[in-house]
């Protein structure tokens, strides 16, 4: 079963946490899943493996 669902907010934490949306996911053939990002600032989705995400913190009193 995935990790995350389509939707949820995500960021990459192999480089530079960089945050994004959960736009698609597909599992592989090994079992595990990879997952298509809306990464925030980029315009065009970026995938990534199951390991490189975590959940997005949301930090207090951002705007």
């Not at 192999?14 to 899943?33: I, K, L, M, R, Y």
Request: glycine share 10%.
């Amino acid at each position: 079963m995935a990790k995350f669902a389509v939707g949820e907010q995500v960021e990459n934490v192999a480089n530079d946490h960089e945050a994004g949306t959960v736009v698609a996911v597909f599992p592989t053939v090994d079992g595990s899943f990879r997952y298509a990002v809306d990464t925030e600032g980029y315009g065009t989705l970026q995938f990534f493996a199951e390991e490189k995400l975590a959940f997005a913190v949301t930090r207090r009193g951002a705007t």
